[in-house]
């Protein structure tokens, strides 16, 4: 369990559990998916290393899946974003959304932010499949691709069949990811 938090590139820290956890020591300090409600204590054990929870800015979610935002309340002065379409489809059906239904009421207690195109040097990229919500993140400098659950390691995807899936558009928005180029792969899981 020594190397559950590394350091993947300058200022880009990991958190491995099952819903990946990255810290981004910017300008402003930002955290891309807080995981499961039940690797909260890996959280607060090993994440803590790295960066005092006070003073994340921003915390973006890409998607709102119950293993991405399971600890959001762990950074409690940050600004939270998710897709515009992650939003819309969490306010039609919270449950549908976050799939566990105690994660979703607690997620209606913050407001929830749309993501601009351009972020803290991060580019927004919406990859609609796994969710019709679901966005990857790019980090031009590092050549970095945050893809949630969209896209794992050996081209494994995400799945397609839940309830918030759009099925018809992942492909497009996997071929949409191959002029990246990526150096880095971050995803949601290591599968
Ligand atoms: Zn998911």
Redesign the pocket.
Known sequence: MDSIITRIADKVWKLSSDGNIYFLDFDRKIIIDTSARANRHLVRQFLSKVVDFDKVDIVIFT?L?Y??VGNFDLFSNAEYFASGESIEDFRKNPFAAV?MEDIAEKLKTIELKPLPQEFHGLELIKTPG??KG?ICLWYPDKKILFS??TLFFNKNI??ID?PTSVPEKMNESLVGLIKYNYKILCP?HDY
Request: hydrophobic content about 15%.
């Open positions: 998607h899946h293993d991405h799939l796994h969710t679901s949630g659950d995400g799945r839940l949601g």
